[in-house]
């Protein structure tokens, strides 16, 4: 299984910019994750939504996660954007702690680009 992320682009330090990730099965049934990955680092969850939500310490505040059940999508709403919020994000299937399913596979994700 392969979600899609959309929604990226370039954005100047403090802008906003609304991720979304979609599926073909009904998403509300699942737990999802976003995730990141910088050039020269490791790929790292950012957010994931259960009936809850987590945020990674670094984007708590200025991040919101959320279900669009009209639209059978995952948001993620990134305020405040920080240059080190630069990288192509991701989205995924994950278990209840945030850890993504073996059983899917990383899509193309989208470029977040945080520049003046």
């Known amino acids: 299984v392969q979600l899609v992320a959309s929604g990226g682009g370039l954005v100047q330090p403090g802008g906003s910019l609304r991720l979304s990730c979609a599926a073909s099965?009904?998403?509300?049934?699942?737990?999802i994750g976003w995730f990141r990955q910088a050039p020269g680092k490791e790929r790292e969850i950012v957010s994931y939504i259960t009936s809850g939500a987590y945020y990674e310490p670094s984007v708590k505040g200025r991040f919101t996660i959320s279900r669009d059940n009209a639209k059978n999508t995952i948001e993620l709403q990134m305020n405040s954007l920080k240059p080190e919020d630069t990288a192509v994000y991701y989205c995924?299937?994950?278990?209840?702690?945030?850890?993504?399913?073996?059983?899917?596979?990383w899509g193309q994700g989208t470029q977040v680009t945080v520049s003046s």
């Open positions: 099965f009904p998403m509300d049934d699942w737990n």
């Open positions: 995924r299937r994950v278990d209840g702690i945030g850890v993504p399913y073996d059983t899917d596979s």
